[in-house]
T-cell receptor, first 114, second 114 residues
Framework: AAGVIQSPRHLIKEKRETATLKCYPIPRHDTVYWYQQGPGQDPQFLIS???????DKGSIPDRFSAQQFSDYHSELNMSSLELGDSALYFC?????????????FGPGTRLTVT | AQSVSQHNHHVILSEAASLELGCNYS??????LFWYVQYPGQHLQLLLKYFSGDPLVKGIKGFEAEFIKSKFSFNLRKPSVQWSDTAEYFC????????????FGKGTRLHILP
């Protein structure tokens, strides 16, 4: 079965650079969630989109923005990168209409800021 | 707002020992409960989930969890652990809002001695 796809899997950037992370949800899924997991930390919710509209916002810095496109894939744009942004960024998708309350996680993008 | 508390941050067991990881949640309404596992360097995988019905739920790899509503608890158990169970385990909760974010506990790092 198709899973959530994230690209790139690994990314190395320098401070003050920008980064774009991509997430391709499971086909037919209409909701995408982004989570950030710092080293040794639990995943923290950043932002979510339902039917291409932002549905919820968590602890996402103003330097970050995200959107969901017409094909339901999502991109997380990160600017003015800081050392503290080094983390594993997970994307998850779900089919809200099924009301199964289950999110399927992608493999993550490991971002290292040097 | 909901929150999740995991009692043990680091657990070390020998193979064949029994396992119980504690999880308590805080929320005034009805919740959905999850346990996720994260093997070293890998992404989050769903172990089991509770939505409604039988409070004793069985998941993959011989894991089970019991929802005790009066105690706001959802402890994870396995009668006999294996070396391959070495991983980090996250308890998590969502509300019944269809596209609600997942709130994770801080995680329990489980180390199984061969």
């Amino acid at each position: 079965a198709a899973g959530v796809i994230q690209s790139p899997r690994h990314l190395i950037k320098e401070k003050r650079e920008t980064a774009t992370l991509k997430c391709y949800p499971i086909p037919r899924h209409d909701t995408v969630y982004w989570y950030q997991q710092g080293p040794g930390q639990d995943p923290q919710f950043l932002i979510s989109f339902y039917e291409k509209m932002q549905s919820d916002k968590g602890s996402i810095p103003d330097r970050f923005s995200a959107q969901q496109f017409s094909d339901y894939h999502s991109e997380l744009n990160m600017s003015s990168l800081e050392l503290g942004d080094s983390a594993l960024y997970f994307c998850a998708s779900s089919l809200v209409e099924e009301a199964r309350y289950e999110q399927y996680f992608g493999p993550g993008t490991r971002l290292t800021v040097t | 707002a909901q929150s999740v508390s995991q009692h043990n941050h680091h657990v070390i067991l020998s193979e064949a020992a029994s396992l119980e990881l504690g999880c308590n949640y805080s929320y005034g309404g009805t919740v959905n409960l999850f346990w996720y596992v994260q093997y070293p360097g890998q992404h989050l995988q769903l172990l089991l989930k509770y939505f409604s019905g039988d409070p004793l739920v069985k998941g993959i790899k011989g894991f089970e969890a019991e929802f005790i509503k009066s105690k706001f608890s959802f402890n994870l158990r396995k009668p006999s652990v294996q070396w391959s169970d070495t991983a980090e385990y996250f308890c998590a909760v969502t509300t019944l809002n269809r596209d609600d974010k997942i709130i994770f506990g801080k995680g329990t790092r489980l180390h199984i001695l061969p």
